[in-house]
Every structure is written in structure tokens, then in C-alpha cells.
């Protein structure tokens, strides 16, 4: 009688590139850009040089329609799904096992949504409160123009870094580096709308400390919470 054959079984290492739920959103997500690209490809090429006219009283052809409506409901939504599989891709230690990796993409996301109506939200009330509201909606569109570009980036970022093992440090430079050109970008376009050579500085260190690095540093303690509760 032959004895059965018994092999040690080695337990694979889960990761993000064998998640099913990971790779569904990526799948979505390239959907979703391809639909937003064929459609509206001139609309954004056309936004991206809007953000650069800084003229406070556009034409009545700038009028948001619904198709806009519907692009920046897109790419918002990719931009925090892309944000969160960035972030998640930084913890090369992976969480802890009995943690779904849907479940942390879940929360991140919220946190990145939250974070931008926020930004909206400020930026609406400080620009009614201390500016006009033709150059608060101006600035307002600016931003939803540049976060359209960010998620677009991200994507292809954040596919890289979960199927080709991007390095965390090289993946931490990169979003870095787009957030840095991210701010520099908003406070041209509000010093451009709003401020007056004489008062631009005083303002400008005001804006720039609210608006922008405070949010971004709250966000930063919110994620680093986030990640040790799942480890």
C-alpha cells in the first residue's frame, strides 16, 4: 500500500495585486476615465487653459453644464479611490490579517472626500466673506479643474506603485512633488484673482496657512491615525 504523498503547504502573502477588490477599482476606474476622455477630452483641455486666463468675468459660454457636472462627479471620485490606493501602497508591511483590504480603501476614501468638500467649503466661504463671489467661483472652478488633472496622474501613479512595486520612498517623492505643484498652482491662481500688490503678502501668508497647509496637515495626522488602527 503506497503511502500519500504529503507536501508542505507554503501560505501565500496576501497583497494589493491579488485583491479582488483592488483590482475591481481599478478596472471601474479606468472605465470611468475612458468614458470621461472620449467625451470631454476638449472640455478638459479647455479648463486647463481657462486656469491659466485669470480673468474674473468669463464668457457665458463657461457655464458649467450637466456634462461638466458629470466629469468632475468622475474624476473626484477616481482622485480619491487613486489617493487611497497611493496611501495604502505606502504600507509595505500590510495591515493587519483579518483586516479586508476594501475596508481600509473604504475609509481612506471618505477621508480624501471629506478633505475636498472642505476645501470647497472654505474656499467658498473666505472667498464671499473677504473677496467677490465672480472670483471665488472663479478660483472654486480652478480648483476642480486642477484635482481633475490630479486624479487623472494618480491613476497611472497608483497602478504603478500596486502592480509594479514602486518603492515607497520614490512613490512618497512623487506624491510630494505633486502636492507642492498642486499649491503653488491655487495660490498663483488666487494671488492672480484676488490680491493687490501692496496687501498681496500679508494676504497671501494668511490664505496660504488656512487654506492650505492646515488642511493638508490634518489630513496627514488623519491617515497616520488610520493606518495604526489597522496595523
Same mark, same amino acid.
Given at each position: 500500500? #503506497? *503511502?500519500? *504523498? ?10 494589493? &495585486? ?7 477599482? !481599478?478596472?471601474?476606474?479606468?472605465? *470611468? ?6 467625451? +470631454?477630452?476638449?472640455?478638459? &483641455?479647455?479648463? +486647463?487653459?481657462? =486656469? ?8 457665458? =459660454? ?13 474624476? $473626484? ?12 501602497? $505606502? ?20 477621508? =480624501?472626500?471629506?478633505?475636498? &468638500? ?11 466673506? !473677504? ?7 472663479? $478660483?472654486?472652478? &480652478?480648483?476642480?479643474?486642477? $484635482?481633475?488633472?490630479? +486624479? ?11 502592480? =509594479? ?25 488666487? #494671488? ?37 488602527? !489597522?496595523?
Amino acid at each position: 500500500m #503506497t *503511502l500519500p *504523498l504529503q507536501l508542505a503547504v507554503m501560505p501565500l502573502a496576501r497583497t494589493m &495585486a491579488g485583491d479582488t477588490a483592488v483590482t475591481f477599482v !481599478f478596472v471601474a476606474s479606468a472605465i *470611468l476615465l475612458a468614458l470621461v476622455l472620449a467625451a +470631454g477630452r476638449r472640455t478638459l &483641455a479647455q479648463r +486647463g487653459k481657462n =486656469f491659466f486666463a485669470n480673468r474674473k468675468r468669463g464668457s457665458l =459660454f463657461d457655464a458649467p453644464t450637466n456634462v461638466d457636472w458629470w466629469m468632475d462627479a468622475v474624476m $473626484l471620485a477616481v482622485l480619491c479611490l487613486m489617493s487611497s490606493l497611493c496611501v495604502m501602497s $505606502l504600507s509595505r508591511g500590510g495591515y493587519a490579517g483579518d483586516v479586508p483590504y476594501w475596508k481600509v480603501l473604504s475609509l481612506l476614501a471618505l477621508v =480624501f472626500a471629506a478633505y475636498v &468638500a472642505v476645501k470647497f467649503a472654505l474656499y467658498r466661504i473666505v472667498g464671499w466673506a !473677504f473677496f467677490d463671489r465672480e472670483g471665488t467661483r472663479h $478660483l472654486v472652478d &480652478a480648483y476642480m479643474t486642477l $484635482l481633475a488633472y490630479n +486624479g487623472l496622474v494618480l491613476f497611472f501613479v497608483a497602478l504603478i506603485a500596486v502592480y =509594479f512595486y514602486l518603492p515607497s520612498l520614490t512613490l512618497q517623492y512623487v506624491m510630494l512633488a505633486m502636492l507642492i505643484i498642486d499649491k503653488l498652482l491655487l495660490c498663483y491662481k488666487s #494671488t492672480a484673482l484676488f490680491f493687490k500688490p501692496k496687501i498681496g503678502r500679508y494676504t497671501f501668508f494668511l490664505q496660504l496657512c488656512t487654506l492650505e497647509i492646515l488642511p493638508c496637515f490634518i489630513l496627514y495626522k488623519v491617515l497616520l491615525e488610520i493606518n495604526i488602527i !489597522f496595523k
